[in-house]
């Protein structure tokens, strides 16, 4: 199985500040994807990434796929509380996604 | 508004009892999966389907086991149910067999074995 390691695993900020998410691992992917789960429910697709070094953007969410495609960065800019959640990211197993185990993100206004 | 239908929120079973954990899906997709989701361990791969009759163990397959007789309907039984099997049980489809084009996820049922 082909390993993703998130982080942090937890982060804690206030209304307003920026942060930054990273996902990495020794393999290299085909494409990766970003999840954001509430709690209680079931992650939703954010984005894809297919292409070293893209960059796509999502209203204050701007996510980039590395060079080598092994690794992906998440960036949130001016968080609001309504950006509390999981994050996930995933990449293809060869039969299957397979998960990171996350960063916990709490945004207070 | 296309979905992934998992019959239950919460349930609470009894050790030794089976288990049904039931999803339906109405996009069409061949493709669909099982995963449980535990803190510290994310999410685990147990079973998955590619087309209908087809299953597919995954990750972490002991204990359970899948059926998918119709293509929208894909359901994960636990023959005897276990205090470790306690979790939170996610069905997903996807349009491409590995995922490439992204999940749509259930809702999610929080199992309890007591």
């Known amino acids: 199985t082909q390993l993703l390691e998130q982080s942090p695993q937890f982060l804690s900020i206030q209304e307003g500040e920026n942060l930054t998410v990273y996902c990495n691992s020794s393999?290299?992917?085909?494409?990766l994807q970003w999840y954001r789960q509430e709690p209680g429910e079931g992650p939703v697709l954010l984005v894809t990434?297919?292409?070293?070094?893209e960059v796509k953007k999502l209203k204050r969410l701007t996510f980039q796929f590395g060079d080598a495609r092994k690794d992906s960065s998440l960036h949130i800019t001016a968080a609001q509380p309504g950006d509390t959640g999981l994050y996930l990211c995933a990449g293809d197993s060869g039969y299957a996604l397979n998960f990171g185990k996350g960063t916990s993100l709490l945004v207070t206004p | 508004d296309v979905k992934v239908t998992q019959s239950s929120r919460y349930l609470v079973k009894r050790t030794g009892e089976k288990v049904f954990l039931e999803c339906v899906q109405d996009m069409d997709h061949e493709n669909m999966f099982w995963y449980r989701q535990d803190p510290g361990l994310g999410l685990r791969l147990i079973y998955f389907s590619y087309d209908v009759k087809m299953k597919e163990k995954g990750d972490i397959p002991e204990g359970y086991s899948v059926s998918r007789e119709k293509k929208e309907r894909f359901s994960l039984i636990l023959e005897s149910a276990s205090t470790n099997q306690t979790s939170m049980y996610l069905c997903?489809?996807?349009?491409?067999?590995?995922?490439?084009?992204?999940?749509?996820f259930g809702s999610g049922t929080r199992l309890t074995v007591v």
């Open positions: 997903a489809s996807s349009s491409h067999p590995r995922g490439r084009y992204g999940y749509t």
């Open positions: 990434v297919v292409t070293g070094g």
């Open positions: 393999s290299v992917f085909s494409s």
